[in-house]
């Protein structure tokens, strides 16, 4: 096992895992790749994502400016207005997870033939009673 996966595997409170959960969360996929086309507002930042509530939408956020990945402006005007945007670190974590999702996409028939065979073997294991591995 390489020195790198061993640092991030190295149990639930390291911080490179958190990292790494924070960018590939369900919901911090998504902003960051609505981010990485432009800098969005709130409201529409929850349109380009989704299905997100407004807190989950929230927490995100804070936990992607907390990281540095994505940078909060609060205009100075009545009613208030807030943009979003990625900091140079959030562009490059926006890069690698989009080209994560360009890869899952371009494989996803591939990925379905597997879990088809996958399933089918089993079903056969069991009617057929062979041990399981």
Same mark, same amino acid.
């Given at each position: 096992?390489? =020195? ?12 490179? &895992? ?27 930042? &929850?349109r ?17 400016? &907390?990281?540095?990945?994505?940078? &909060? ?9 807030? =943009? ?6 959030g ?6 997870v ?14 379905? +033939?597997?879990?088809?065979?996958? =399933?089918? +073997? ?12």
């Amino acid at each position: 096992m390489s =020195d790198s996966v061993t640092r991030v595997s190295g149990g639930p409170r390291c911080p490179q &895992r958190m990292v790494l959960e924070h960018v590939t969360s369900r919901w911090g996929v998504l902003v960051l790749a609505a981010l990485l086309e432009r800098p969005h507002r709130f409201g529409e930042l &929850r349109r380009a994502v989704g299905g997100v509530t407004e807190k989950m939408l929230t927490q995100t956020l804070q936990t992607l400016e &907390r990281d540095g990945l994505v940078h &909060r402006h609060a205009h100075a005007v009545i009613p208030p207005r807030v =943009d979003y945007s990625l900091t140079a670190l959030g562009e490059e974590a926006a890069g690698h997870v989009w080209s994560l999702a360009r890869w899952s996409e371009e494989r996803t028939e591939r990925v379905l +033939a597997a879990q088809q065979a996958y =399933d089918r +073997a089993r079903r056969e294991r069991a009617a057929g009673g062979a041990p399981r591995h």
